[in-house]
């Protein structure tokens, strides 16, 4: 499996973004994607995960703005961004994950997100 993230850019204080992860190989074999971000001097955090099966979690900061979802059975991931802030400036990493006996844990190279006047 393998995973690229797009969509990044520069977008002005309470704009949006869609970012997008598109998955390739054993698409099959993923049970859950995740959207990380990490911004500079601070560590990774996560901001959404969508299991195969449906269910969403978010992290406080990302509940009520952002939105993870999937058209085609994870074959592209989406996080849609509403209101961003300069906080939310990081670059956004999708993990598939999926635990034994898979074992899959894969990450994109990540798509960075400024915001910014």
């Known amino acids: 499996v393998q995973v690229v993230e797009s969509g990044g850019g520069l977008v002005q204080p309470g704009g949006s973004l869609r970012l997008s992860c598109a998955a390739s190989?054993?698409?099959?074999?993923?049970?859950?994607m995740h959207w990380y971000r990490q911004a500079p001097g601070k560590e990774r955090e996560l901001v959404a995960s969508l299991t195969r099966g449906g269910i969403t979690n978010y992290a406080d900061s990302a509940k009520d703005r952002f939105t993870i979802s999937t058209s085609n059975a994870m074959n592209t991931v989406t996080l849609q961004m509403n209101g961003l802030t300069p906080e939310d400036t990081a670059r956004y990493y999708c993990r598939a994950f999926a635990g034994a006996p898979l074992n899959l844990d894969v990450w994109g190279q990540g798509t960075l997100v400024t915001v910014s006047s």
């Open positions: 190989g054993s698409i099959f074999s993923i049970s859950v």
